[in-house]
């Protein structure tokens, strides 16, 4: 038989040459492929582009909150005579603060609640900032020499009303406190000890020192579970869980872009630097937390309570399923905005 060759007692016919036809078709599907390489590619940079002008435009647009210090707090609180208030004085709530959204406060507060008998509600009407008003508000009080005399519970003005200057009598300050935290008690603890909860608080991604400081004045047993994360990781997150509209207080503070998370993140780690040592705070890493290596006895005995870690770890709630590296522009801002938090709390600028 013509054009077969046998060798080693196998029989082998002759591949049939390549047509021109296979050839162009080959041709083809390579340029087709090369061609959809690059409409990716051209999307991609349109898209990045188009985020970093969004970045920038919400950059430009992002609003500052200015809440009050410690020191600011501390010196108009002292201005209220609250002396001794013996109503709800043995409550010690929990309150769990972190730095922003996505830090793993609500993986915390889901391993807190293990405990049967505690109960935290989860950052109740937290776009109102109810807390962070109240505090800008106590700042705002008189402070002038002799204000003092507006809340003390002795004011003689009161054996002597039709003959005194009564046009700016206000109540005593033990009172003001009293009502503040009367508002705080049947708004978050009586409801939880309705669904038998002996132990209530809260956690929140809004408040720093100044709201802590405001929550220990109108509790002075209290505990504070102050938790952190990378802003990068945190933003990453943020930008892969598909949510959009978040607000700091709506509608006027939007927190969902670079700028806005980085901002938020870094007021409030900076705030707790002003918290003084012997503040009731814990403070935890969310790296930390993750990591195989907690102390969740340590936090355990700290709280007065008894966690069953492993029920909440071993269940994932409200995990994203992307982690896309941020781009350029986003990882710039943030680490330009939040550059002193990262310092102070450890953070470098690597990924």
Known sequence: MENTFIESGRVSLPRPARSDKDAASRTRSVSRGIARTRNVVRDLVRRA???CVRELYDWARC???????????????????FGDCEDNENESPIFLLSTGWRSG????????????SVLLWGEPLGEMALISEIATMLVSLPSWPGSEDFYA???PVFSSLATSWIATL??????FRASLRALVTRWLAYPARQRGFHRWGFKEVRMGAAEATLLRWLYPRAKF???????????????????HHLYYRRPDIRIDSAAGLARHWNRIALSWSELPSDFPAFRIKY???????????????????KLNEDIALQV???????????????RRIIFHEAAAGMHKMGYSKQE
């Not at 909150?65 to 002292?78: A, F, H, K, Y």
């Not at 579970?225 to 598909?242: E, K, M």
């Not at 994932?316 to 986003?330: D, E, H, K, Y």
């Open 316 to 330: 994932i709630v409200g995990r994203t399923a992307r982690r896309r590296r941020l781009s350029f522009c986003q």
């Open 225 to 243: 579970v102050l938790l952190s994360r990378n802003p990068v990781d945190c933003y990453r997150s943020l930008a892969n869980s598909g949510w």
């Open 153 to 155: 519970a002795n004011n």
């Open 49 to 51: 582009r188009r985020n």
């Open 287 to 305: 790296e930390d937390l993750i990591g195989g290596g907690f102390d969740f006895r340590e936090l355990e005995s700290w709280l007065d309570v």
């Open 105 to 116: 406060s609500t993986l915390l507060q889901r391993i807190l609640v293990t405990d049967p």
């Open 63 to 81: 609003k500052r909150v200015t809440l009050p210090s410690v020191t600011q707090l501390n010196r108009l609180i002292s201005a209220l005579d």
């Open 170 to 175: 206000c109540p005593p300050g033990v009172d």
